[in-house]
């Protein structure tokens, strides 16, 4: 059974970095689309930015210049260097891997940046 494990996390004063790191292991297929998605509470899971086997990046809005994605997409790692952090990317963060044509979620790790 596919498994994907984060690391990284925890508490950052604002303006502050943090990377986020997470691996797949037990796959069969090729991966596709590596990404990361967050959530904050009180509101829905939110792509934050994402690779795909071709090579195309996508960030949202919110990210776009503080952080950056990347990662070896034959080796199933993926990394999220956050910076210049801000209280409102306060959230849990989930890895998401595209395996074949199946998706696949980390469990999900805490960011807390403090003002």
């Known amino acids: 059974q596919v498994r994907l494990v984060e690391s990284g996390g925890g508490v950052v004063q604002a303006g502050g970095s943090q990377r986020l790191s997470c691996a797949a292991s037990?796959?069969?297929?090729?991966?596709?689309?590596m990404g990361w998605y967050r959530q904050a509470p009180g509101k829905q899971r939110e792509l934050v930015a994402q690779i795909t086997r071709g090579g195309t990046f996508a960030y949202a809005d919110s990210v776009k210049g503080r952080f950056t994605i990347s990662g070896d997409i034959t080796k199933n790692t993926v990394y999220l260097q956050m910076s210049s952090l801000k209280p409102e990317d306060t959230a849990v963060y989930y890895c998401?891997?595209?395996?074949?044509?199946?998706?696949?979620w980390g469990q999900g790790t805490q960011v807390t940046v403090s003002s």
């Open positions: 998401r891997f595209v395996i074949g044509n199946q998706a696949y």
């Open positions: 037990n796959t069969i297929f090729s991966t596709n689309v």
